[in-house]
């Protein structure tokens, strides 16, 4: 059974950090790319971040040099480290792994920036 679990969430100041984690199981995980989303209240979901199987990294201009994606293939985990965070990043934030033949997603963790 294919499981994408994150982590990591929670409630942060306007200008502070936090560090995304997904963790995933029953999949070759080296072999997919990785990418993050997210969702806020009342709106679609937008891309934010992918890691390709390859090394290939590409982001979302509204996080661009704020946001980094990186990835731990002997762990099977992802990562999404955010920093100086501002309300307009309020939202779940959505882990996907996926290849040429599937796609999956975690759960999401809430990610809340306020003061």
């Known amino acids: 059974q294919v499981q994408l679990v994150e982590s990591g969430g929670g409630l942060v100041q306007p200008g502070g950090s936090l560090r995304l984690s997904c963790a995933a199981s029953g999949i070759a995980f080296s072999l997919y790319g990785v990418s993050w989303y997210r969702q806020a209240p009342g709106k679609q979901r937008e891309f934010v971040a992918r890691?390709?199987?390859?090394?290939?990294?590409n982001l979302a201009d509204s996080v661009k040099g704020r946001f980094t994606i990186s990835r731990d293939n002997p762990k099977k985990t992802a990562f999404l480290q955010m920093n100086n965070l501002n309300a307009e990043d309020t939202a779940v934030y959505y882990c996907?792994?996926?290849?040429?033949?599937?796609?999956?997603w975690g759960q999401g963790t809430q990610v809340t920036v306020s003061a």
């Open positions: 996907n792994a996926n290849n040429e033949n599937r796609n999956y």
């Open positions: 890691l390709s199987s390859g090394g290939s990294t």
